[in-house]
């Protein structure tokens, strides 16, 4: 742990605004705000916790200053906040007074870490709060918030809890092993693991929408050049992202942007058009096309019903995209796109001839006829890629740390060694020991058991001043 006997500070607000907050935590901060700032009555140093006072930096600005006192404060330490007027010269001269009193420049996420240390909340917690700052979805903070305020932690609280009792079971068992008595009920014990192997293994699980919900749910448009991909980027987007004309090959490169529909991050990926290319640089856009489809979550594969004959040649168009997809673990929604020009052009066969072939009616592919251009079902694909993700307010608790997603896994791993052990009859003393591993790892979450080096990597992720 850091010595904690450093006063630290930082600027703690965002960039812009015509106020900046200037944090300063620790054991005589106090005194230290009492040499820089004069209060219109009194001193800071007298003045009781969660007091707001008026006061003056001489020569350089007013402030506000809020007061708290330890231990109720976000560190847990004495604090004070200084409210200036956000101007860089003001700002770097009262960040100069503060060391010249004696105090440091915060490293990223100190203020936290001291939190932590404090017993203020546990490590998901304060993990939470880089989350719930970068949280740019209403998904995305609806998890962090679940994780700031400790349902994340109770949820593994409660499987902690099963363990120690599965934990006093065994030990149970071992002092009387001498006497051959097998204590525990077996069979209790069994159901126990079995409960917080399922547990674990489906928070570790609920990683792969927890990690979609926080950085975007990866969504390749795909298609023969000119079907209309990049079209449907800038529609989706409300935006002119993305290069569109009618000359095929027009995307060489992908073009990726992220956007919030129905509350869920989506991130878009635009691709170059596939066919049989001559050109090299076309060819590699081509190659990165296959790459963006094998990696996305759901995948939006486009053909242009103007330049599709037939039911049929829509059939194999429709497998062709289909072959580009793990079906089993991705979503494919085929866009019959353009249907707008079968109202003017005679040519284009009557959309209702579109439908997918029997061969490819599956749960994850879905066949939406669209037209990019003039907005018509693009209100059936918005709702499609909701619900293609899986994700709702009422998923619970998702995992969303790659941290955490690990240390569950490796939780369940060991608690599979406890249940293979107990059935090949292993010495309850080499039980116990696989359970104080599964332990170890659970409580690596929460910070119950926890280096200085894995803190040290957690909170350098952090801004200066959180
Ligand atoms: N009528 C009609 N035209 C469309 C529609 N969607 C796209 N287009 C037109 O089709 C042409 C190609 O559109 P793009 O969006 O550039 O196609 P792309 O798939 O990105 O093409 P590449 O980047 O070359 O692979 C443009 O002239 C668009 O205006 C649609 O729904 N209806
Ligand atoms: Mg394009």
Do not use: W
């Amino acid at each position: 742990m850091l010595p904690n006997e450093d006063i630290i500070f930082a600027p703690a607000s965002g960039n812009g605004g015509a106020v900046c907050i200037i944090r300063i935590s620790g054991s005589g901060c106090l005194e230290l705000a009492d040499k820089l700032v004069r209060l219109r009555r009194g001193i800071v140093g007298d003045t009781p916790g969660f007091s707001l006072r008026y006061g003056e930096i001489p020569g350089l600005d007013e402030v506000l200053v809020s007061i708290f006192r330890a231990p109720k404060s976000y560190t847990g330490e004495d604090m004070v906040e200084l409210s200036c007027h956000a101007s860089q010269y003001i700002l770097s001269e009262i960040m100069n007074r503060l060391s010249n009193a004696g105090a440091r420049v915060a490293e990223p996420g100190e203020f936290t870490r001291r939190a932590f240390v404090n017993g203020k909340m546990d490590l998901a917690q304060a993990e939470a709060v880089a989350d719930i700052i970068s949280s740019s979805s209403s998904e995305q903070h609806r998890l962090a918030l679940n994780q700031l305020k400790g349902g994340f932690s109770k949820e593994l609280s409660d499987i902690r809890a099963q363990l120690l009792e599965l934990s006093s079971l065994m030990e149970l068992e071992l002092d009387f092993s001498e006497e051959e008595v097998e204590f525990a009920d077996r069979r209790k014990l069994k159901s126990l693991l079995d409960a917080s192997i399922e547990h674990c293994r489906a928070l570790a699980d609920s990683f792969k929408l927890g990690n979609a919900v926080r950085n975007g749910v990866p969504v390749a448009i795909i298609g023969a050049p000119n079907s209309g991909k990049s079209t449907l980027l800038n529609a989706l987007l409300k935006d002119d992202r993305a290069i569109v004309s009618d000359i095929p090959g027009t995307t060489r490169d992908t073009v990726e942007e992220t956007c919030v529909l129905g509350g869920i991050l989506f991130r878009f990926i635009d691709t170059a058009g596939i066919r049989k290319a001559s050109d090299e640089i076309e060819k590699l856009g081509i190659q990165r096309t296959y790459k963006k489809a094998a990696q996305a979550e759901i995948v939006l594969g486009l053909i242009d019903i103007a330049e599709t004959l037939d039911s049929n040649s829509f059939a194999e168009a429709a497998r062709e995209l289909a072959g580009l997809v793990d079906t089993e673990r991705q979503n494919l929604i085929i866009l019959a796109n353009k249907v707008d020009l079968s109202a003017v052009n005679k040519n284009v066969k009557d959309i209702n001839n579109f439908v997918l072939p029997v061969d490819l009616q599956n749960a994850n592919i879905r066949l939406i006829h669209l037209s990019a251009k003039t907005g018509q079902g693009m209100e059936e694909l918005v709702q499609s890629l909701i619900s293609s993700t899986g994700i709702s307010s009422a998923s619970g608790t998702l995992v969303t740390n790659a941290r955490h997603a690990a240390a569950l896994s490796a939780t369940a791993e060991a608690l599979l060694q406890v249940r293979d052990g107990m059935a090949s009859n292993l010495p309850t003393d080499l039980l116990a020991e696989d359970l104080r591993t599964a332990l170890n790892h659970l409580g690596s979450i929460t910070g119950h058991i926890t280096s200085n080096e894995v803190l040290g990597e957690i909170f350098s992720t952090f801004c200066i001043g959180k």
